[in-house]
């Protein structure tokens, strides 16, 4: 059982490049989620999605699209990347319930 | 739209001895659940407790304790017997009982001194 996991953990992109993060939880989760963490600051939403075929935007959508095509995965892409896009990207999953979100390591992402 | 707000940017502690974080939170709900999450240095996001706001009995887990005052939409986190391993961020969370989002504060560093 590996929990949720992101692929890469790490990306430099030059600004006007595209990429997709990966995100797989293997615990059959209805919920995931896209963060993205900037320096001294919490977790600020980006989208999110409540099931296969769902998407829904969170508190700071723009310049990023997500798909969820199936059950275990949930994509982040950034189609032209941007130096404000530099931060660190975090997914998450849980159960239906009111229960905690299990977070994955993390991906930190530099846009030069 | 709920806010949550942590105002002490970075707390220090001695080994052993005991530091009270705190949260105040903003909502028109009445039923939800607030969290505390740590981040370690590694990075990784660890759920310390959790508090359903229909419950009048503050969460304990092990050394980790909560003082829930609904009315004052407050949400402090005590740290009791602080050991090196709890050199992290921490960062409370709020989510409405129907929703689907956590709205996290800005955190608060928290230093254990040997």
């Known amino acids: 059982n590996a929990g949720v996991t992101q692929t890469p953990k790490f990306r430099v992109l030059k600004t006007g490049q595209s990429m997709t993060l990966l995100c797989a939880q293997d615990m059959n989760h209805e919920y995931m989620y896209w963060y993205r963490q900037d320096p001294g600051m919490g977790l600020r939403l980006i989208h999110y999605s409540v099931g296969e075929g769902t998407t829904a935007k969170g508190e700071v959508p723009d310049g990023y699209n997500v798909s969820r095509l199936k059950k275990q995965n949930f994509l982040l892409g950034l189609e032209s990347a941007a130096p404000s896009q530099t931060s660190v990207y975090f997914c998450?999953?849980?159960?239906?319930?009111?229960?905690?979100?299990?977070f994955g390591p993390g991906t930190r992402l530099t846009v030069t | 739209a709920q806010t949550v707000t942590q105002s002490q940017p970075e707390m220090s502690v001695q080994e052993a001895e005991t530091v009270t974080l705190s949260c105040t939170y903003d909502t028109s709900e009445n039923n939800y659940y607030l969290f505390w999450y740590k981040q370690p240095p590694s990075r990784q996001m660890i759920l310390v407790i959790r508090q359903e706001a229909y419950k009048q009995q503050n969460a304990t887990e092990n050394r980790f304790s909560v003082n829930f005052q609904k009315a004052a939409k407050s949400f402090s986190l005590k740290i009791s017997d602080s050991q090196l391993g709890d050199t992290a961020m921490y960062f409370c969370a709020f989510m409405k009982a129907a929703g689907n989002k956590l709205t996290f504060g800005g955190g608060t560093r928290v230093l254990v001194k040997p």
């Open positions: 998450a999953s849980r159960t239906s319930g009111p229960y905690e979100q299990y």
